[in-house]
């Protein structure tokens, strides 16, 4: 089993930027990549980021690219999720997600390809 705990949702204007964790907990976390994904109201989950189990490779969904920047710290059992330049359609609940097995860009936009996931952190973004 792993844990996962969000942290640092909020309200932020547009243009802003907001700074989301992700705290692990229980099984070797550096053995997972780790996703982001957000789901806002009355629409599917959908993909934000994912990084590989080493923290050496990345991947964004495209509307993301240049906005938003993952990270981890395998020492502290963190990952991060940067996001600058909010804008109010970014407004969602954001989760974060482990998954064991290989980094394929085909299945990482799946939530479907995750195993554990947090209870997620409210982004707020107002016009």
């Known amino acids: 089993q792993v844990q996962l705990v969000e942290s640092g949702g909020g309200l932020v204007q547009a243009g802003g930027s907001l700074r989301l964790s992700c705290a692990a907990s229980?099984?070797?976390?550096?053995?997972?990549?780790m996703g982001w994904f957000r789901q806002a109201p009355g629409k599917e989950r959908e993909f934000v980021a994912a990084?590989?189990?080493?923290?050496?490779?990345?991947y964004f969904a495209d509307s993301m690219k240049g906005r938003f920047t993952i990270s981890r710290d395998n020492a502290k059992n963190t990952v991060s999720l940067q996001m600058n330049s909010l804008k109010p359609e970014d407004t969602a609940v954001y989760y974060c997600?482990?998954?064991?097995?290989?980094?394929?860009?085909?299945?990482?936009?799946?939530?479907?390809?995750?195993?554990?996931w947090g209870q997620g952190t409210q982004v707020t973004v107002s016009s």
């Open positions: 997600a482990a998954r064991l097995g290989g980094f394929y860009r085909s299945t990482l936009s799946l939530p479907g390809a995750y195993a554990y």
């Open positions: 229980g099984r070797t976390f550096s053995n997972y990549a």
């Open positions: 990084i590989s189990a080493s923290g050496g490779t990345t």
